[in-house]
């Protein structure tokens, strides 16, 4: 779905943000981008829906070249993106109405426009607040207001920049649950996270600092074996793993898992 | 005393089908140098709660007192005065931008203490020992804060509230965005400052596990209405009521009650993980010891 060769991005005044990133998303791929605080995560991230353009470097999507999308909203409709703060996306003076807002400029027929509103709310657990101003709505709300009005477009991709950093627990779990039936479904989805619990999900996770890769995509397990590397980059393991080390037990990713680890300890210590 | 709210209410959207009951009838007491956390699920009116704390929207009904200044007169010209309400509490809010407004980091910090009459030497001083303190760089001083990274935002949203010494802290959503890196740092930041002044932190997060490291007491929210307020320890103890109100207990706790549930004979008040451990091990060692007779 995505390709990026040596990919660098400066920003006015020469600061580079990105310094020769190669990255390969396959189709229906569940990405985790990682790293610290300016890193290059938000900035790569941008270049996947042709926000930013390289300063040098190819970026492929969907096996084209960003600078082949002559029509850059027939980009935006292949690949959606949700960012942290939903006050800079939401436009609708009702939640229905934001949903609508990128569907209108698609032509469709009112009927098909209202089933994608509709199916996206319901996604979102937003159904039966159609008309609710977008204003009234909590953080976490308006966030989730976010994801619906990408979701309506019906793209092959979604970039969420910590999209999920604004929601309580239940929130959480709910737009999880929300972007496990999606990858089911086949979308691909690169998702920039400091929640190193949500990362568990995902297919892979690559590891950025100082605008390049440090860690290559690797499935989470194997990622979160690499303690000291991760502690380099400032990258914090999920809490359970964190426990199983101070317990001298290494890779748990559940607490049943590490119950049953200190069992076997236990009795192997008895023997 | 820092704050007391008695039986406030907040509704937004009029009178009417659209109107909403934010805060319901919150009554409670917060005292000077408490560290307190806040939680709730999205939409529990913590945002409004703070709002209200901070004087920045207008109850309904009920009274807040902050210091000796109270927050809800009666009518619209007795409300106070900016400036007053500045000296007595500072808010970061959940997104930065909301509250930066100047055109450089300099003047962002100036705004308050101008208005108090401070002298530009005394501004001065102020922030170039402000901005060291949070390991901020004197170039960014002359940067529009709109061209800061989120971490820089928000250490100048703190300063700007910092640079005015209020009694109590208010903190929506602080270490959202940060590192696991800058979130300790920002963390000992708060304290290392709260520990000198002796000031009163409330902090709104859905991060429990950091809330718990921390916080000595805890609120928490439901649909409007306080449900719980109660030492942090204690507060962990309530497992259903914590649920209910989607609030998830901190991972140690989790962990020490997931160990209970398999046979262990351990405590389950951890708040951290290093205590957490501590308690495992400890059952470990007599489980071994049982088992060897």
Redesign the interface.
């Known amino acids: 779905m995505f390709r990026l060769e040596n990919l660098v991005y400066e920003y006015a005044g020469g600061r580079r943000a990105l310094d020769g990133v190669s990255l390969q998303v396959p189709k229906g791929q569940w990405l985790a981008v990682l790293?610290?605080?300016?890193s290059g995560k938000s900035t790569l991230a941008r270049h996947l829906n042709g926000l930013l353009q390289p300063t040098a470097g190819r970026v492929l999507v969907a096996g084209r070249p960003l600078e082949e999308y002559t029509d850059i909203q027939q980009l935006r409709r292949l690949v959606g993106i949700v960012f942290?703060?939903p006050?800079n996306q939401i436009v609708g003076n009702s939640v229905e109405e934001d949903v609508a807002f990128g569907l209108e400029n698609l032509g469709l027929p009112r009927p098909e426009m209202r089933r994608r509103i509709g199916e996206a709310l319901q996604m979102v657990g937003l159904a039966g607040r159609e008309k609710v101003d977008p204003a009234?709505?909590?953080?976490?709300?308006k966030q989730r207001l976010a994801i619906a009005g990408a979701l309506a477009m019906q793209p092959q991709a979604l970039l969420l920049d910590?999209a999920t950093?604004?929601?309580?627990?239940?929130?959480?779990a709910e737009v999880l649950e929300v972007l496990r039936r999606l990858h089911r479904q086949g979308l691909t989805i690169v998702m920039i996270t400091?929640n190193m619990s949500e990362v568990l999900f995902c297919d892979q996770a690559v590891v950025l600092a100082d605008g390049r890769v440090q860690l290559p995509p690797q499935p989470p397990m194997e990622l979160f074996a690499r303690t000291a590397e991760l502690a380099r980059w400032?990258?914090?393991l999920p809490?359970?793993t964190?426990?199983g080390l101070?317990?001298g037990v290494e890779g748990c990713l559940s607490?049943?898992q590490?119950?049953e680890a200190?069992?076997s300890?236990?009795?192997t210590?008895?023997r | 005393m820092t704050l007391r709210l008695q039986n406030v209410c907040c509704r937004?959207?009029g009178e009417g089908p659209?109107e909403?009951t934010a805060v319901e009838n919150i009554s409670l007491e917060i005292s000077r140098g408490e560290l307190v956390g806040l939680v709730?699920?999205?939409?529990s009116g913590k945002?409004t709660l703070a709002q209200l704390i901070c004087g920045l929207i207008a109850a309904d009904s009920g009274d807040i007192w902050l210091e000796d200044l109270c927050l809800t007169p009666l009518k619209k010209r007795q409300r106070p005065k900016a400036i007053d309400l500045a000296q007595r509490v500072g808010m970061v809010f959940?997104?930065p931008?909301h509250q930066l407004f100047a055109e450089t980091v300099a003047q962002e910090l100036a705004y308050g203490p101008e208005n108090l009459g401070w002298t530009p030497e005394e501004i001065s001083e102020a922030t170039q020992r402000l901005l060291k303190r949070l390991g901020l760089p004197p170039e960014l001083l002359t940067v529009s804060p709109y061209q800061l990274?989120?971490?820089e935002k928000r250490k100048v949203a703190l300063a700007s509230v910092l640079i005015m010494q209020p009694p109590l802290l208010v903190l929506d959503?602080p270490f959202?965005?940060?590192?696991?890196?800058?979130r300790q740092e920002f963390l000992q930041l708060l304290l290392a400052w709260q520990k000198e002044n002796n000031s009163t932190i409330i902090c709104i997060s859905?991060d429990?596990?950091l809330l718990a490291s921390f916080c000595q007491r805890l609120l928490v929210l439901n649909r409007g209405r306080l449900k719980l307020d109660a030492p942090i320890r204690q507060a962990f103890n309530e497992v259903e009521l914590l649920e209910e109100c989607?609030?998830?207990l901190p991972?140690?706790r989790?962990?020490t009650l997931?160990?209970q549930a398999?046979g262990w004979q351990l405590p389950t008040e951890a708040l951290t993980?290093?205590e957490?451990?501590e308690a495992?091990?400890a059952a470990?060692t007599k489980?071994?010891e049982q088992?060897?007779g």
Request: aromatic share 4%; glycine share 16%.
């Open positions: 790293g610290a605080n300016g942290q703060n006050d009234a709505l909590s953080g976490g709300q910590e950093s604004m929601l309580d627990p239940v929130g959480v400091h400032h990258i914090e809490p359970v964190q426990l101070l317990l607490l049943p590490l119950v200190m069992k300890k236990t009795a210590v008895q | 937004y959207g659209l909403v709730g699920h999205t939409g945002s959940q997104y931008e990274s989120g971490g959503e959202v965005g940060l590192d696991a890196v800058a859905h429990i596990d989607g609030v998830r991972t140690a989790q962990a997931a160990f398999a993980l290093a957490a451990a495992i091990k470990q489980a071994g088992i060897g």
